[in-house]
C-alpha cells in the first residue's frame, strides 16, 4: 500500500493549484483518502476527504469553500484543488487513507508535499 | 467545536516511561488514535481504537482512554522516540487532531 504525492510548488499570491496523490497496493475506490494541512512549526489539521468509489466529499468546517477535494478512479489519483492561493497557504499538504468514516484513523500516509506561496 | 488537548511538550530520560495525555470532554466514548512524526518525516500511526498497536509497531508503545483522557505511554523510551506525538478522535463526522506534544529524550 503506497500513496505517493506531487512535488514542491511555489507559486504567487492569487495562483491556482492541484496537488496529487497517487494510491497503489489496494483498490482505491474502496477507502476513503483525506488531506492534512501542516502549517511552518504547527500542528496537523484535517481538511476533508473523499470516498473515491461515489466521489462523496466531507469537508472540515474551517476549510469548506476554500479548497476542493476530488479523485480520478481511472488513474488512482486523489486531488487537493486552489482557486486562488494566499501566503498563509504555505505548508506541507499530506494524503492519507482512511477505511471507515466517521470510525478509523489515517492508516497510510503520503510522503508530503510542500506549497510555498509569496510574490 | 470539540477540542482535543494536549500538553505542548514532554521531556523523559532514556529508559524511563514517557505518558502523554490527550483531553477532551467523554473522550473515553469516543475512539482515539495516536501519531508519531519524527522531524521531517510524515506521521505513522502508532495506536489506534484506543489501544491497538498496529503492525510493526514496537510493545513499549500502549495506550488507554478513559473518561475525558486518552493517554499514550512508551516504556524504556529510547532516542529514537524522540517525536512529536498526535492524538485523534472523531466528533459528528469532523476528525480532530490534538495540538501535538513534542518528546525529548534526554
Known amino acids: 500500500v503506497q500513496l505517493v504525492q506531487s512535488g514542491a510548488e511555489v507559486k504567487k499570491p492569487g495562483e491556482s493549484l492541484r496537488i496529487s496523490c497517487k494510491a497503489s497496493?489496494?483498490?482505491?475506490?474502496?477507502?476513503?483518502i483525506g488531506w492534512v494541512r501542516q502549517m511552518p512549526g504547527k500542528g496537523l489539521e484535517w481538511m476533508g476527504m473523499i470516498y473515491p468509489y461515489d466521489s462523496d466529499t466531507r469537508y472540515s468546517p474551517s476549510f469548506q469553500g476554500q479548497v476542493t477535494i476530488s479523485a480520478d478512479k481511472s488513474l488512482t489519483t486523489a486531488y487537493l484543488q486552489w482557486n486562488t492561493l494566499r501566503a498563509s497557504d504555505t505548508a506541507i499538504y499530506y494524503c492519507?487513507?482512511?477505511?471507515?468514516?466517521?470510525?478509523?484513523?489515517?492508516?497510510?500516509w503520503g510522503q508530503g508535499t510542500r506549497v510555498t506561496v509569496s510574490s | 467545536s470539540y477540542d482535543l488537548i494536549q500538553p505542548s511538550s514532554l521531556s523523559v530520560s532514556p529508559g524511563q516511561t514517557a505518558r502523554i495525555t490527550c483531553s477532551g470532554n467523554k473522550l473515553g466514548d469516543k475512539y482515539v488514535s495516536w501519531y508519531q512524526q519524527r522531524p521531517g518525516q510524515s506521521p505513522l500511526l502508532v495506536i489506534y481504537e484506543d489501544t491497538v498497536r498496529p503492525s510493526g509497531i514496537p510493545t513499549r508503545f500502549s495506550a488507554s482512554n478513559s473518561g475525558n483522557t486518552a493517554t499514550l505511554s512508551i516504556s524504556g523510551t529510547q532516542a529514537m522516540d524522540e517525536a512529536d506525538y498526535y492524538c485523534?478522535?472523531?466528533?459528528?463526522?469532523?476528525?480532530?487532531f490534538g495540538g501535538g506534544t513534542k518528546l525529548t529524550v534526554l
Open positions: 497496493g489496494y483498490t482505491f475506490t474502496n477507502k476513503w
Open positions: 485523534q478522535a472523531w466528533d459528528n463526522d469532523v476528525l480532530i
Open positions: 492519507g487513507r482512511v477505511d471507515q468514516v466517521p470510525h478509523d484513523p489515517f492508516s497510510v
